[in-house]
């Protein structure tokens, strides 16, 4: 089926424990990217990617990690989980963000004890 | 920096309009809006492109004033499926999308 995944779609895991969240869309779209939502700070940007082996950070990246060797895919791993890093995660791609619709996964809600 | 809407929070009743403000610091290539149920992803409504011209929802229009850098949605006649957070989101230059604090809205019958 044609659309934008994300896996797992519920996490919990430990504090200082490695943690990756998957991102996979069908429709080659160029741009991806990652945010974290939570309440009173709508959605942030955590890193985005122009086009497989070329990524930029957002407006918070510190504590992820990102990589994309395919354009389908675009995994992002939080090296040593945090408690500040409970969150739900969303990923969205858009082919072009100057007009084109940006189209989400039904996101992730990570919880870190 | 994320854009600024205004207001945080509106409730309304059936039939009743609301206006939504963004503003933002940075210069833009458009604005898109975005609406977003309950435990769900955000939703596209509608994108506003410099030179005025319009991509989406046949029943919510919107306007983009490109030297100060704001939009605004108009949402007239409201309905109860109205009822969600909406979320402007800025496309800058090299592409990237940054989203708004959201508008929560709230319908009432």
């Known amino acids: 089926d044609a659309g934008i995944t994300q896996s797992p779609r519920y996490k919990i895991t430990e504090t200082g424990r490695q943690v990756t969240l998957m991102c996979h869309q069908t429709w080659s779209h160029s741009y991806m990217f990652w945010y974290r939502q939570d309440l009173g700070h709508g959605l942030r940007l955590i890193y985005y990617?122009?086009?497989?082996?070329?990524?930029d950070k957002g407006e918070v990246p510190d504590g992820y990690v990102v990589s994309r060797s395919k354009t389908e895919n675009f995994p992002l791993t939080l090296e040593s989980a945090t408690r500040s890093q409970t969150s739900v995660y969303f990923c969205?791609?858009?082919?072009?963000?100057?007009?084109?619709?940006?189209?989400f996964g039904q996101g992730t809600r990570l919880t870190v004890v | 920096q994320q854009p600024v809407q205004s207001p945080q929070a509106v409730i309304l009743r059936e039939g009743e309009d609301a206006v939504i403000n963004c503003s933002s610091s940075?210069?833009?290539?458009?604005v898109h809006w975005y609406r977003q149920k309950h435990g769900e992803a955000p939703v596209f409504l509608m994108i506003?492109?410099?030179?005025?011209e319009q991509k989406g929802h046949e029943k919510i229009s919107a306007s983009f004033n490109e030297k100060k850098q704001q939009s605004s949605l108009y949402l007239t006649a409201s309905q109860l499926s109205y009822s969600g957070t909406y979320f402007c989101a800025a496309a800058e230059a090299g592409n990237m999308l940054t989203f708004g604090g959201g508008t929560r809205l709230m319908v009432k019958p």
């Open positions: 940075k210069a833009l290539y458009s």
């Open positions: 969205a791609s858009i082919q072009f963000a100057g007009n084109t619709e940006a189209f």
């Open positions: 506003l492109l410099k030179g005025g």
């Open positions: 990617s122009a086009a497989a082996d070329i990524t």
